[in-house]
């Protein structure tokens, strides 16, 4: 009897004490793209296949993107975005990245990065144009000399779920060689390393659960930067090598993500954390194609989009010259639309 008894008692201390660790784990979900680029408008790919036959579809687009995320966005999840959504098509030149914040601003987003391409009109337009954003916008190590600050919050802290996350955001460190000098003569570039240190000290001081590196540095940046820092930093959201991680890259147990470009892909990662122990015990991530569907697409932001466009209709209907003589391009030998690029660029 006193056997039963002691065993009965075992089993309750192990439900009891297996509770109280479940307690500690909490669900985290991170919605993330990158590189998109300006492609608001849904745009058609081609798959190849040789055995079923070639496919033809319509991804992407502000509309579609923003209906993927509204799917999987719920009360756990956090939403980032890795940087380079100025830049790609007409609307964002026309309006030196404005419909991009304004679009930017629909998505009820978390944090955004910035990247090499939203300098494209200078970092002062930049830096007045994020004043328009709803949401962080971060950059720890792009420093605006004349204002004496850097070009968007270096770190954040967001708490998803009851977990306490901090965001530590970088730019590509070599931002200065990648757009034209005149864009970028108030920027100092920031030592990446003293600016991750000093943010893991801030996170650790402000009792984060995890660590997380929002950059728009490339993956190889990345992995090294795991490398350095994997005894605190948990997770890297990336942006700027178009990589289309469709698994996460796990470097030191650091979690490393990245979502392609152009907005094909919504990248989805669910985390287990123990906050107990500031740990991710879980991983799992996909990358989830933004295949343009009527019934997933958000209406309002087709409705912007659209009208955006037919605000600069006008622009693009203008006449500025007329071709005398069909164009061809070809990758072997020198063509006249080669010669009329490099013209044009050279002017």
Known sequence: MTKKILAVLLLLSSLAFSQENDADVKEVTILH????????????????????????????GTASMLGYLN?????????????????GTPISS??????QIELLNLYG???FTVGNHEFDYGELHLDSLLQLANFDVLSGNVFLKSLGRTIGKPWVTKIVNGVKIGIIGLTAA?????????????????????????????????????????THMGLDNDKKLADKFSKDIDVIVGGHSHTPLQRPNIRNNVVIVQAGSYGRYLGKLDLKIDVAKDTV???????????????IMDKNAAAVVDRMISGIQGDLLKVIGSLKKDWFSSYKMESNLGQWQADAMRK
């Not at 799917?71 to 830049?87: A, E, P, Y």
């Not at 026309?94 to 419909?99: N, Y």
């Not at 991983?283 to 295949?291: A, I």
Request: a negative charge.
């Open 33 to 60: 793209w990158n590189d998109f680029h300006s492609r608001n408008m849904a745009y058609r790919i081609t798959k190849k296949d040789s055995i079923k036959g070639d496919s033809t579809y319509y991804i992407g």
């Open 71 to 87: 799917k999987f966005r719920n009360s756990n999840s956090l939403v980032l975005n890795g940087g380079d959504d100025f830049q």
């Open 94 to 99: 026309l309006t030196k990245g404005q419909s």
């Open 109 to 111: 987003l978390d944090a």
């Open 174 to 214: 070599d931002l200065l060689t990648l757009t034209v000098p005149k864009n970028v003569n108030d920027v100092q570039m920031l030592n990446t390393d003293s600016v991750v240190t000093e943010g893991i000290n801030f996170c650790k001081a402000e009792g984060c659960d995890v660590i997380m590196l929002l």
């Open 281 to 295: 015990i879980w991983n799992y991530g996909k990358l989830y194609e933004t295949v343009l569907d009527s019934a």
